[in-house]
């Protein structure tokens, strides 16, 4: 790629800084935790700029600590959507998602989101973009959008109806998931403070918040489990939602092959069970999904916290059923 064109594309690491973007934070450990995961990103991204062949790229990402190496491939994903979108490479996302990063495929198209979040041409028709992706994972581009507009243009200005007037009502509520989760950045993983942000947003979407909440809570950690025992306090009837966020978290790690001590920490309070048996449960309600339904990533969710809260009698010892969701990208591949 020519200089000129990679250095405009480039995004300066000061854009996940917190005193750049505004965040407050009372703890200098959490603030470099969830700073660090930024720049993590931020060298995905850069990387996936810089190296045009796939396996190359994907052994450069590989090369990055195990806890944080899912928000590496999410960054390179976003350059690589980037580059599909503005005409300078070609089913470059596709490729690597069927590819070397099929592992990542969950953080791969949150990644994409956050592409079509900077495309106006890409954003304005999002749900016609993302229908060339896996039918059910293409949801989480929605989610990645959420978080781009929640972490970029602020949590107020996200969760009002400027963002969300072109979406389908399926859609709405995915986005709104990817806005909570933005909320563990923008609000520092401070429990009190996300959920006063949560009431500020509309009704409707509360759950799909706390969704959110419970995902990045699961997979970005940085909070000891007595602070995780009061988000689930918190999020009151929405228990099950913020469950099943962590579950999410939980599969999209066991399929990277990188699993976290806070990841099983979280799905211990939140889930009342370890992560190995949360995605393994993700697994059981995948093979359930109604092909029919409007929302096959919403059918999934619904299915989820329905077997979240009823757990231990209808799914002991984490055990699965086939297919589930990597034989069903393998076959996607095949």
């Excluded at 899912?70 to 590819?99: C, K, S």
């Excluded at 006063?196 to 509309?202: C, G, K, P, Q, R």
């Excluded at 699961?218 to 009151?236: M, V, W």
């Amino acid at each position: 790629m020519p200089a000129l064109i990679q250095r405009f594309l480039e995004i300066d690491r000061r854009e996940v800084e917190f005193a750049h973007r505004g965040f407050t934070c009372s703890s200098p450990d959490i603030r470099n935790r969830l700073e660090s995961i930024g720049r993590v990103f931020l060298q995905g991204y850069s990387a996936a700029l810089q190296e045009k062949n796939q396996r190359v790229l994907a052994d450069r990402l590989d090369q990055i600590a195990p806890e944080h190496r899912g928000f590496a491939y999410e960054g390179a994903a976003m350059a690589l959507a980037l580059l599909d979108g503005i005409g300078l490479r070609r089913n470059a996302f596709l490729q690597f998602a069927t590819g070397p990063g099929q592992q990542h495929i969950f953080m791969l198209h949150v990644g994409a989101g956050w592409a079509y979040a900077r495309l106006p041409w890409m954003r304005r028709h999002i749900e016609s973009v993302f229908k060339k992706l896996h039918p059910i994972l293409r949801w989480l581009a929605i989610d990645g959008y959420g978080f781009h507009e929640g972490y970029f243009h602020g949590k107020a200005r996200a969760g009002s109806d400027h963002f969300v007037l072109r979406l389908s009502p399926d859609a709405r509520h995915v986005f709104y998931q990817g806005l909570g989760r933005s909320l563990w950045f923008v609000d520092a993983a401070d429990v009190r403070s996300i959920c006063n942000t949560i009431s500020t947003f509309a009704q409707p979407y509360h759950s799909d918040a706390w969704s959110g909440v419970g995902l990045a809570c699961a997979y970005a950690g940085g909070i000891a489990p007595d602070a995780i025992e009061e988000l689930r306090r918190k999020s009151g009837l929405h228990a099950a939602a913020l469950a099943q966020g962590a579950a999410f978290a939980a599969k999209a790690r066991q399929l990277a092959g990188n699993p976290a001590n806070h990841t099983d920490a979280a799905c211990i309070v939140l889930c009342h069970m370890h992560a190995k048996e949360a995605a393994a449960l993700c697994d059981e309600t995948f093979n359930r999904i109604d092909p029919l339904h409007a929302c096959s990533y919403q059918h999934w969710r619904e299915l989820l916290q329905q077997s979240l809260v009823f757990s231990s009698e209808i799914f002991p010892q984490g055990k699965s059923n086939e297919p589930n969701i990597s034989s069903s990208l393998a076959a996607r591949e095949a």
